[in-house]
């Protein structure tokens, strides 16, 4: 879930254990704290002019 400037979530899906973590784990983290930042930036910090763009939010 993300909010202005604060991403929270599972710890499993933000953070990687180095030890424990292999390429799939360091994929799904890094998607995770992808996709929240975009929401945080198409979401909360510009606004769309139209709903036909709700796709930038979702995508």
């Known amino acids: 879930m993300e909010n202005w400037g ?7 899906e ?3 254990d180095p030890m424990k973590g292999d390429t799939i784990a360091k994929k799904s983290v890094i ?3 992808a996709h929240e930042v975009a929401h ?3 979401g909360n910090m510009m606004t ?3 709903w036909d763009y709700l796709y930038l939010n979702e995508g």
């Open 6 to 12: 604060l991403i929270t979530g599972r710890t499993s």
């Open 14 to 16: 933000l953070l990687l």
């Open 31 to 33: 998607e995770t704290q």
């Open 40 to 42: 945080m930036w198409f």
């Open 48 to 50: 769309m002019e139209w």
